[in-house]
């Protein structure tokens, strides 16, 4: 084992007992699959939409002409440019049912496409109150459809693709003859997992109908609200990054393991800022997807980017080298090659800066969102958007959050730069004894 991890009892205790089990979490295939579905099948989505709330909703915050010209241009007809918006935010649960059990699927070699439509059928139909269809307003229904109807999907996904596979297991399914085409082989094999599907989720919503008068996903929603809000807090945004960092710390991808249990959590807080942004109403979310990948993994998980210029302006030979192969990527807030060549993994002079930083960095942004001097996420980006951009657009557009990145680079420099000397020092002297033995 390695010598700095031997005599360090902390390190050795997370190598040795708690890295296993994370490790496992990490590949287990359900919240793969989860996760998957969010970036796969809802990011597109959600996106997509996203560019709509902002043509519909001008960044005003911004005193300059053009701004105001296309705010007055558009508010006529702001509601129809916000369709969009509502219909693609408003199948984003869909999206996460056909996902989650499209992910498993493939995993599990059956058909993914038949999996993640049974999946998504079974969803819609819990979704609708049981009473006459023709009587129930659209758009009531589009908000389970959506953000608060996640966990439902998630759920939903997850027993259609085991249902599917028991099926398909135990030979439960209607067999055509020889020379039939393969896309009616395909229909019939889905129809039995597909009939008791959709007749299971018509009952159970029936229940939970004639019982609280409410849809499945309400009542889901109703339930995990303690947790939502919970998540939605600065002790659970700062665990989070702790775990994450430590992790990482030992090699693990921490954003990986995180995300895998909080991710609905971050997707209905940011579900709920859209949708409170298109009625004009104050965001409620904090805690959000892009609270991590936007505002707080600057340069890549760690806030790196500062010790990624201390590194390429270093006098160490070794960290210029690992300074110019980090550069490009860094742009695109990926630091594997900072992480693993410095390297920050099992580093005990660079762990700390490692976790103390993103520590700072997430305490700055939730006060700041906390007493709205910058305004809250709004808009999930891909997290290969540069620094600085993404601050803006995920913010809907406000200045405001390019200039919060920019503090919390100026921060995380801060706390970098004595380790990074510190570490700079042990290499130098190592660098000085090879030469001075060649």
Request: proline share 7%.
């Amino acid at each position: 084992m390695n010598d700095r991890l031997s005599n360090n009892w902390f390190m050795k205790w997370m190598e040795e007992s708690l890295m296993p089990v994370l490790a496992r979490i990490a590949q287990n295939v359900y919240l793969q699959s989860i996760r998957d579905a969010f970036s796969s099948f809802a990011l597109p989505v959600i996106l997509t939409g996203a560019l709509f709330l902002i043509i519909a909703n001008p960044p005003e915050g911004i005193n300059w002409a053009p701004i105001h010209a296309w705010a007055k241009a558009v508010k006529p007809i702001a509601a129809q440019i916000m369709i969009p918006f509502q219909l693609t935010f408003g199948i984003m649960a869909m999206m996460v049912a056909f996902g989650t059990a499209y992910s498993l699927a493939t995993r599990w070699d059956l058909d993914e496409t038949m999996t993640g439509i049974i999946s998504m059928l079974a969803f819609f139909i819990t979704s609708f109150p049981a009473t006459d269809v023709t009587k129930v307003t659209f758009g009531d229904v589009l908000n389970y459809l959506g953000g608060q109807g996640l966990f439902v999907a998630i759920i939903i996904g997850i027993i259609t693709a085991i249902v599917v596979r028991f099926f398909n297991k135990s030979g439960l399914v209607i067999k055509m003859p020889e020379g039939v085409p393969p896309y009616v082989v395909r229909s019939f094999l889905a129809l039995v997992p597909m009939f008791v599907m959709i007749v299971s989720a018509w009952i159970v919503e029936w229940i939970v109908w004639a019982n609280f008068h409410i849809t499945l996903p309400q009542l889901v929603l109703d339930l995990f609200k303690p947790l939502v809000a919970a998540s939605n807090s600065y002790p659970a945004a700062l665990a989070e990054i702790i775990l994450m960092m430590l992790l990482w710390s030992l090699g693990i991808h921490g954003m990986n393991v995180v995300s895998s249990i909080a991710y609905p959590f971050w997707m209905t807080q940011l579900a709920a800022n859209a949708a409170a942004a298109a009625k004009g109403l104050p965001l409620p979310g904090i805690v959000t997807e892009p609270f991590f990948h936007v505002f707080t993994h600057l340069g890549g998980s760690g806030t790196t980017w500062p010790l990624t210029i201390m590194f390429l302006l270093s006098a160490s030979a070794q960290l210029r080298t690992i300074g110019r192969a980090e550069l490009i990527p860094a742009i695109f807030n990926i630091n594997e090659p900072l992480i693993f060549g410095a390297p920050i993994v099992l580093n005990p002079i660079l762990i700390i800066p490692f976790i103390l930083a993103p520590a700072a960095v997430v305490t700055i942004n939730y006060f700041a969102f906390a007493v709205n001097l910058v305004p809250r996420p709004l808009i999930q980006l891909p997290f290969t958007v540069p620094v600085f951009i993404s601050g803006f657009l995920s913010s809907g557009g406000h200045w405001q959050g390019a200039l919060l990145q920019l503090v919390n680079l100026i921060v995380t420099a801060i706390i970098y730069y004595p380790f990074f000397k510190m570490y700079e020092a042990q290499l130098l002297k190592n660098e000085k004894e090879v030469k001075d033995q060649e």
